[in-house]
């Protein structure tokens, strides 16, 4: 008998996988955990029913929520994560040899403790990393207890429902903005434009209003809605675009490059027009 495993991604689509098998399965105090091994993309993190990461794509997401906004700051030396459990964005974050430290403000501790049995490829700098601060907390609280602290900082939430729901609010970014020194730089996961435009309407304006550079750019990432996902960033002095191709460093990435770096903000014109007022 075949297994599959579908996500339904909106009230009439959904994406569909072929699975061998379920490799662990928890409600956590927050949500429902599974890891799922899959013929297509190997290992698979789902939370509440949604594709988080998997062994083949993951790298897409990391690298493009991280590398972006690190090397549009001349030097970021200190960098938070807001969700991020499986460790992933953290990853790519230590490979910036200007950081000092990256702290991870992870709400529900299963994650972290599932990426790190399941995913050690990702969740590899979790453990045993000297520059990095792992803490099990509401990232909310956290930005609201550091105030001008941080160069950079990585909101890598789930979508919008259970407890990522205030990871898109106003107040939330006005937080980050808080929590950020003079020239900081936020970035956000901000959902398909195919099937969430009105949330991204609402998060670039909400963002724009609070920092005085806000750009969209998009990346391809197969195993999440509709395969186009967005990410916004909010910026007090850096533009991303008038980043200098020849700074961006080679990192051993699979996806950014310098040349993607300015080709992910050009957008089609239904992308774009989310962005204007």
């Known amino acids: ?7 339904k991604q909106t009230e009439n689509h959904g ?23 899959t013929k297509q993309f190997g290992r698979m993190l789902v939370l509440d029913g949604m594709v988080m990461t998997t062994d083949v ?19 970021p030396k ?13 990853r790519e974050i230590v490979k910036h040899a200007s950081v000092e430290k990256a702290v991870l403000a992870e709400i529900d501790g299963g994650v972290i403790e599932a990426s790190k049995k399941y995913f050690p490829a990702i969740a590899k700098d979790l453990t045993g ?3 990095v601060d792992v803490q099990v907390i509401d990232g ?3 930005i609201h207890d550091h105030k001008g602290e941080y160069d950079v900082i990585i909101v890598d939430s789930t979508e919008p429902v259970g407890p990522a729901v205030g990871l898109f609010e106003k107040g939330f970014y006005q937080g980050i903005h808080d929590a950020l020194k003079e020239d900081g730089i936020m970035v956000a ?55 200098d191709p020849e700074s961006i460093k ?25 962005t204007r007022k």
Not at 22 to 37: C, G, K, M, P, W
């Open 140 to 142: 909310i609280k956290h």
């Open 57 to 75: 794509d993951e790298f897409v997401y990391h690298e493009m929520i991280s590398h972006v906004a690190l090397h549009t700051h001349p030097n």
């Open 1 to 7: 008998m075949e297994l599959w495993y579908t996500e």
């Open 189 to 243: 996961q901000t959902d398909t434009p195919w099937f969430n435009q009105d949330l991204i309407r609402r998060v670039f304006g909400d963002i724009s209003s609070i920092f005085p550079v806000t750009r969209l750019y998009t990346a391809a990432i197969p195993t999440y809605p509709s395969g186009l996902w967005s990410f916004t960033i909010g910026s007090k002095k850096h533009d991303p675009l008038q980043v």
């Open 15 to 37: 994406i569909t996988t072929k699975i061998t098998e379920t490799l662990y399965s928890e409600t956590t105090d927050f949500q429902q955990l599974d890891v799922i091994n």
């Open 78 to 90: 200190k960098v938070l994560v807001v969700g991020g459990g499986d460790g992933g964005v953290i």
């Open 129 to 131: 990393n000297p520059r």
């Open 250 to 274: 080679d990192l051993d990435t699979k996806y950014y490059n310098k040349d993607v770096h300015k080709a992910a903000f050009q957008l089609p014109n239904f992308v774009a027009e989310l």
